[in-house]
């Protein structure tokens, strides 16, 4: 890159953990840790896969093909076999497995023992319809237990699902079908969403008008009169569980064999179908799970994100699943009944592991301290990010006021290509707020020019990880083109993240946000993170989204669109301070030319802000594939 601006001029926090954080920790010395890995990265991976129980031990570790890997060659599994029979061998048979809480007050308790029998069950039930091996299942459920049986019943028989969010509405839901070719969809009549039931059998219906792949929708009833079916293609989930034989053994798999496909938009067409595997996403969820969020075997954790996105695969469902832990789940927002609901279910489950999003924890920010403070979070012991940079000033709120200086706050980057954590900083090491941390051992990351050399620290370049690893993406599904996209031939092949970072002398890597959403002013680089995130520290500013907007004497102009936090008013003088703000944090080139206060700002529903929507709004084009805008 060239013109890159310079990241030096702030001076950099830095907290240490407490001792007592250094001792839990899983990985006690990075150095040493990530010194074994490049040693011997096969070695590595072996002795981590060698936790989980295998049918058929592998030839090889890695078998590596440009742009095509394959991990534990041969190997046979099935991950549902690990993340069941393993521990009810391990004396953990009457464990809590899961705790669900509805918005209405209601819960649901499943113990592994109770949790395998349902997956055994409703596995055999979707053999009943037709279900085998290969077949792909569309999930399209609200964040309820049976959406996590549903699941695992698939993973156990071999069929590939797909989940979709229910946020989504039908000509998304068909758009994924018809893509995987879906062969069942398991839906629910309705989900409770801010105290208002949202029908979801309609959206099906209309999804399935252009859908010939689909042969039987199961329908998980919970409205009051239950939604009436339709003879033989409608069938209802309990009804075909109750019928269905109880004991299933796992089915087994190729460690190279699709586990489930997700789909994920890319700014330009339509939405792409990421491949994962049996084997080396099993292992990448388990190591980032223990190793990473460092969940111990006492631990009640909660993981926010809902299972229709990577995060709630690998972080809310697999990885916890896999190390035997007591899952929370529920389908509260974070705002209803009130911004407090979601510190009164810390408190109440004695939440350990918390891992949510920055989006969340700023909106938690804009309502102040007052509402956490009203409850006893002292049984937090790790704080985890995801999703987006995690700002100095939201990093500041989450330690201070929900982790009270005391929780390490884990920021971790990864992709729903990536399959699991690739960057974060881990417990027991040095945070610095702003910079998600060190590629974890067993990965190899580095910020690069578009040569591929690496770039000096604190110069902007482009994010990519230089060696294969285990829970990768194996295929854009159907789309040979677009898999190998990611991939970049060089001296030495890499796979591109898209994302724009920069790393200081320690390697500590920060995010500057996509680079299809750099700025260039004045053939001046500017990531959007950087400029977003120096406004937000700002007293006054709760949200900001920054846009370049074309300009025939710079290029371009930095437009950014402003929250501000409950009661804040805008005048000239707060409009002078922010410039003035972002000029002394940034530097006069990154301060805006424009400023435009709004209520709201375009996200997707996974809650990233759509900076594109921005722009198309700004110029007056068409924004393209908004099929993931949240309403
Ligand atoms: C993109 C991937 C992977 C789980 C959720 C999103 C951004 C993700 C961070 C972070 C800065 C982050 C990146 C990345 N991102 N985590 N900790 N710091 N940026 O999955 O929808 O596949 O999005 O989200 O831009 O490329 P996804």
């Given at each position: 890159m060239t013109n890159t601006t310079q990241h030096t001029e702030h001076t950099q926090k830095v907290y240490k953990p407490a001792p007592e954080y250094r001792n839990d920790a899983r990985i006690k010395d990075y150095d040493l840790s990530y010194l074994n890995f490049q040693k011997d990265p096969e070695d590595f991976w072996r002795r981590i896969a060698s936790d989980l129980l295998w049918f058929r031990p592998w030839d090889k570790v890695k078998d590596w093909e440009y742009p095509h890997a394959r991990w534990?060659?041969?190997?046979?599994?099935?991950?549902?076999?690990?993340?069941?029979?393993?521990?009810?061998?391990?004396?953990?048979?009457?464990?809590?497995?899961?705790?669900?809480?509805?918005?209405?007050?209601?819960?649901?308790i499943y113990t592994y023992d109770r949790l395998y029998k349902a997956v055994m069950q409703f596995a055999n039930a979707l053999q009943d319809l037709g279900v085998e091996k290969g077949d792909v299942v569309c999930i399209y459920m609200p964040t309820v237990p049976e959406q996590v049986i549903a699941m695992l019943a698939c993973a156990r028989i071999g069929a590939v699902h797909t989940v979709v969010f229910a946020g989504y509405g039908a000509s998304s839901l068909n758009q994924r079908i018809v893509g995987s070719e879906a062969k069942v969809v398991i839906t629910a009549d309705a989900s409770m969403r801010r105290g208002k039931s949202i029908p979801l059998k309609p959206i099906v219906e209309e999804?399935?008008?252009?859908?010939?792949?689909?042969?039987?929708?199961?329908?998980?009833?919970?409205?009051?009169?239950?939604?009436?079916?339709?003879?033989?293609?409608?069938?209802?989930?309990?009804?075909?569980?109750?019928?269905?034989?109880?004991?299933?053994?796992?089915?087994?798999?190729?460690?190279?064999?699709?586990?489930?496909?997700?789909?994920?938009?890319?700014?330009?067409?339509?939405?792409?179908?990421?491949?994962?595997?049996?084997?080396?996403?099993?292992?990448?969820?388990?190591?980032?799970?223990?190793?990473?969020?460092?969940?111990?075997?006492?631990?009640?954790?909660?993981?926010?994100?809902?299972?229709?996105?990577?995060?709630?695969?690998?972080?809310?469902?697999?990885?916890?699943?896999?190390?035997?832990?007591?899952?929370?789940?529920?389908?509260?927002?974070?705002?209803?009944?009130?911004?407090?609901?979601?510190?009164?279910?810390?408190?109440?489950?004695?939440?350990?592991?918390?891992?949510?999003?920055?989006?969340?924890?700023?909106?938690?920010?804009?309502?102040?301290?007052?509402?956490?403070?009203?409850?006893?979070?002292?049984?937090?012991?790790?704080?985890?990010?995801?999703?987006?940079?995690?700002?100095?000033?939201?990093?500041?709120?989450?330690?201070?006021?929900?982790?009270?200086?005391?929780?390490?706050?884990?920021?971790?980057?990864?992709?729903?290509?990536?399959?699991?954590?690739?960057?974060?900083?881990?417990?027991?090491?040095?945070?610095?707020?702003?910079?998600?941390?060190?590629?974890?051992?067993?990965?190899?990351?580095?910020?690069?020019?578009?040569?591929?050399?690496?770039?000096?620290?604190?110069?902007?370049?482009?994010?990519?990880?230089?060696?294969?690893?285990?829970?990768?993406?194996?295929?854009?599904h159907n789309d040979e083109e677009r898999y190998k996209s990611y991939w970049n031939t060089g001296k030495q092949p890499y796979y591109s993240t898209n994302d724009?970072?920069?790393?200081?002398?320690?390697?500590?890597?920060?995010?500057?946000?996509?680079?299809?959403?750099?700025?260039?002013?004045?053939?001046?680089?500017?990531?959007?993170?950087?400029?977003?995130?120096?406004?937000?520290?700002?007293?006054?500013?709760?949200?900001?989204?920054?846009?370049?907007?074309?300009?025939?004497?710079?290029?371009?102009?930095?437009?950014?669109f402003v929250i501000l936090i409950e009661g804040k008013i805008v005048n000239e003088k707060l409009i002078h301070d922010l410039k003035y703000h972002v000029r002394q944090t940034l530097g006069p080139i990154a301060v805006p030319s424009e400023i435009e206060f709004v209520d709201s700002l375009p996200k997707t529903r996974s809650g990233k802000i759509m900076r594109r929507v921005l722009k198309a709004q700004e110029m007056g084009i068409d924004p393209g594939d908004i099929s993931t805008l949240d309403e």
């Open positions: 534990f060659v041969n190997a046979k599994c099935n991950i549902t076999y690990n993340c069941l029979e393993r521990h009810l061998k391990n004396n953990r048979r009457n464990k809590v497995a899961l705790f669900w809480r509805g918005e209405d007050g209601t819960e649901k999804a399935l008008i252009h859908a010939p792949s689909v042969e039987r929708v199961v329908v998980l009833r919970i409205q009051d009169p239950p939604t009436c079916l339709l003879d033989d293609f409608e069938v209802d989930f309990y009804q075909i569980m109750k019928k269905a034989e109880k004991n299933c053994p796992a089915e087994v798999m190729d460690a190279e064999d699709t586990l489930f496909i997700l789909y994920t938009s890319g700014t330009t067409g339509a939405p792409k179908g990421i491949v994962h595997t049996c084997g080396g996403y099993m292992v990448g969820a388990y190591y980032t799970t223990k190793y990473v969020l460092n969940v111990k075997d006492d631990d009640v954790y909660w993981c926010t994100a809902d299972p229709g996105w990577i995060t709630g695969h690998t972080y809310a469902i697999y990885g916890p699943l896999l190390l035997g832990s007591t899952i929370f789940m529920t389908e509260h927002t974070p705002d209803y009944p009130d911004v407090g609901i979601w510190w009164q279910l810390i408190e109440s489950y004695g939440i350990n592991v918390f891992y949510t999003a920055p989006t969340a924890i700023r909106m938690f920010m804009r309502y102040g301290e007052d509402w956490p403070n009203e409850y006893d979070l002292s049984s937090l012991r790790i704080l985890a990010s995801v999703g987006e940079p995690l700002n100095p000033e939201a990093f500041e709120w989450f330690y201070k006021v929900i982790g009270k200086q005391r929780c390490p706050i884990i920021d971790t980057w990864w992709q729903t290509e990536t399959g699991s954590h690739m960057i974060t900083t881990l417990a027991g090491e040095e945070m610095k707020p702003g910079y998600a941390g060190k590629p974890i051992p067993g990965i190899m990351a580095d910020v690069i020019d578009k040569d591929g050399n690496p770039v000096p620290p604190h110069q902007a370049g482009y994010l990519a990880i230089t060696a294969p690893w285990p829970s990768m993406m194996r295929h854009v724009l970072a920069i790393k200081d002398e320690d390697g500590y890597i920060m995010i500057l946000g996509r680079s299809d959403d750099l700025i260039i002013v004045s053939g001046h680089n500017i990531g959007t993170a950087e400029v977003e995130s120096a406004l937000i520290s700002h007293h006054a500013v709760a949200e900001a989204a920054a846009i370049g907007k074309p300009d025939a004497v710079k290029g371009n102009l930095l437009k950014v």
